[in-house]
């Protein structure tokens, strides 16, 4: 079975300042690695994946996340965030083999001006 | 952005009256997933299903039932509804890697 936890529950940043959310998982076979971004009243949506191949993954709005096995981690990063950045951030891991989804507990971002 | 719709996006209802949420998909996925999110929760999977007429339970099952008579719609039902059930219940889809794709809510408020 897999588990995953979100090591912060709330992250305050100011703009154009960098971020890290913290993600770090247990599982004792191989794992695909997930995160997703809620914005208030909306459904989740998925920022970005690791499946296989680098370790360092990026999304389309300036996100990175990097598999770190031997740490079992994997941070979400931006170097510079927006107000529009403001939303709940998810990990989610699966196994490769197939299974649920398990989801991280959440970790609110809230970029002030 | 994947094909799922729910239907009602609001609904208030009253304590001990059934109430039945629909998920819609257009992207013929086998799998389809219930979950409900509370805060201080996260994400609870209720149900889920891996095909037509083939569902399971999830880890809050207590008080819901959902039925799959077709590859694009996934029904759950409250059978007697009860206000520790209002939430915002979220329907996903699964991709080739078990990622998962969600509609856009709907929150339920029992009176």
């Known amino acids: 079975a897999q588990s995953v936890t979100q090591l912060d529950s709330q992250v305050p940043v100011f703009e154009e300042a960098p971020v890290e959310l913290r993600c770090n998982y247990s599982?004792?076979?191989?794992?695909?690695l997930f995160w997703y971004v809620q914005y208030p009243n909306q459904g989740l949506q998925l920022l970005l994946k690791?499946?296989?191949?680098?370790?360092l993954v990026e999304s389309i709005n300036g996100f990175e996340a990097e598999f770190n096995k031997s740490q079992t981690s994997f941070h979400l990063r931006k170097p510079s965030v927006h107000i529009s950045d403001t939303a709940e951030y998810f990990c989610?891991?699966?196994?490769?083999?197939?299974?649920?989804?398990?989801f991280g507990q959440g970790t609110e971002l809230s970029v002030k001006p | 952005d994947a094909g799922i719709t729910q239907s009602p996006r609001h609904k208030v209802t009253e304590t001990g009256t059934p109430v039945t949420l629909r998920c819609h998909q257009t992207e013929n996925h086998r799998y389809m997933y219930w979950y409900r999110q509370d805060p201080g929760h996260g994400l609870r999977l209720i149900h889920y299903?891996?095909?037509?007429?083939?569902?399971d339970k999830g880890e809050v099952s207590d008080g819901y039932s959902v039925s799959r008579s077709k590859t694009e719609d996934f029904l759950l039902t409250l059978e007697s509804a009860t206000s520790s059930q209002t939430s915002v219940y979220f329907c996903?889809?699964?991709?080739?890697?078990?990622?998962?794709?969600f509609g856009p809510g709907t929150r339920l408020t029992v009176l």
């Open positions: 299903s891996y095909g037509v007429k083939d569902t």
């Open positions: 599982s004792s076979v191989s794992v695909y």
């Open positions: 989610a891991v699966t196994s490769t083999q197939g299974g649920k989804l398990i």
């Open positions: 690791y499946l296989s191949g680098s370790t």
């Open positions: 996903a889809i699964s991709g080739d890697h078990n990622e998962q794709f």
